[in-house]
């Protein structure tokens, strides 16, 4: 079946610094890949999607890039603020279907 | 637009005890999912409304968990009798079709169930 494998968490990074989070997918088919993210005490809110191979979905500064090849959908950022403290979860849906697979989630900490 | 609404945020009851959760979709659309969350783990998919027909229930514990969505919008996930297992937070989400056909979900605040 379908699944998405994220990096462990929790990510501790100073302000300014560079993200990078880890997303690979197992998928039958052309799934459409997404980056959820969840503040504390809050629901989940999608950050950026991508629907094809080679896509670049970006949203707030973040950025990742659908690699069919690799098959995977990595997070980044070039510089980090506190604000982004969060958990974010990647994602898939499978062709056209409806139903949202999730990674674990990868916990970030921003410390000034 | 009003986001996705869920009610209670909060609940705290015995094992064996009954709860139901509530949700009300953003107007327009026409799926409707509940995800299940255990603290540390990503959302699990419990089941998924087509207007008011049932499209996934898959991974549902239908021996305690059922849902039912009337007339195609509000929709309600009730548990009876709970167990300690159950603990988690309840996701409701509801989509619409959006450019490319990628299917984009969004989520309610969510419902924290804590079963002692």
């Known amino acids: 079946g379908d699944s998405v494998t994220q990096m462990e968490g929790p990510v501790t990074l100073s302000e300014e610094a560079f993200l990078t989070i880890n997303c690979t997918y197992t998928a039958t088919g052309y799934p459409s890949l997404f980056w959820y993210v969840q503040y504390p005490g809050e629901g989940l809110q999608l950050l950026l999607k991508a629907t094809k191979a080679d896509d670049k979905g970006s949203n707030k500064g973040f950025e990742a890039t659908y690699r069919k090849e690799t098959t995977s959908f990595h997070l980044e950022k070039g510089s980090v603020q506190v604000s982004d403290s969060a958990v974010y979860f990647c994602?898939?849906?499978?062709?056209?279907?409806?139903?949202?697979?999730f990674g674990t989630g990868t916990q970030l900490k921003v410390e000034l | 637009e009003a986001g996705v609404a869920q009610s209670p945020r909060y609940k705290i009851i015995e094992k064996r005890q009954s709860v139901a959760f509530w949700c009300n979709p953003i107007?327009?659309?026409?799926?409707l999912y509940w995800y299940q969350q255990i603290l540390g783990q990503g959302p699990k998919l419990l089941i998924q409304?087509?207007?008011?027909?049932?499209?996934?229930d898959s991974q549902l514990p239908k021996d305690r968990f059922s849902a039912e969505r009337l007339k195609g919008v509000d929709s309600t996930l009730k548990i009876q009798p709970a167990k300690l297992e159950d603990s988690a937070v309840y996701l409701c989400a509801s989509s619409s079709r959006g450019i490319n056909g990628a299917n984009v979900l969004t989520f309610g605040a969510g419902s924290r169930l804590t079963v002692l």
């Open positions: 107007s327009g659309h026409a799926t």
């Open positions: 994602a898939l849906i499978t062709g056209g279907g409806n139903k949202l697979t």
């Open positions: 409304f087509q207007n008011n027909g049932v499209v996934d």
